[in-house]
């Protein structure tokens, strides 16, 4: 059964910082890219970083690069994203996904894989 489950969500102030996970497993393929996208409210969903199927690799979104950062280790199916300097809108949902690819991908549509999502709520 496949599952992509993320973690790590929450309520937090402005200036603060989160690290979400997201644990990949049971996929029929063995190496894949994951990545990270956010819907705020009233939004469409957005591509916010994507890393590849090592690790080796990573792109981020010009709108949060200075910001954010994903991670994955090698050989692991877990990857991380990390915020810092949270502000009010980064409130979102932030959902991880799974790629058929090898390498980082940007547009949800080559993502076959989703997890529920977690909430993020920033305060000022």
């Known amino acids: 059964q496949v599952q992509v489950v993320e973690s790590g969500g929450g309520s937090v102030q402005a200036g603060g910082s989160l690290r979400l996970s997201c644990a990949a497993s049971g996929l029929t393929f063995r190496r894949f890219g994951l990545g990270w996208f956010r819907q705020r409210p009233g939004q469409e969903r957005e591509f916010v970083a994507g890393?590849?199927?090592?690790?080796?690799?990573?792109y981020v979104a010009d709108s949060v690069k200075a910001r954010f950062m994903i991670s994955r280790q090698y050989g692991m199916n877990t990857a991380y994203l990390e915020i810092n300097n949270l502000k009010p809108e980064d409130t979102a949902v932030y959902y991880c996904?799974?790629?058929?690819?090898?390498?980082?991908?940007?547009?949800?549509?080559?993502?076959?894989?989703w997890g529920q999502g977690t909430q993020v709520t920033v305060s000022s």
């Open positions: 996904a799974a790629a058929n690819y090898l390498e980082v991908k940007i547009t949800a549509n080559d993502y076959i894989h």
């Open positions: 890393v590849n199927w090592d690790g080796g690799r990573t």
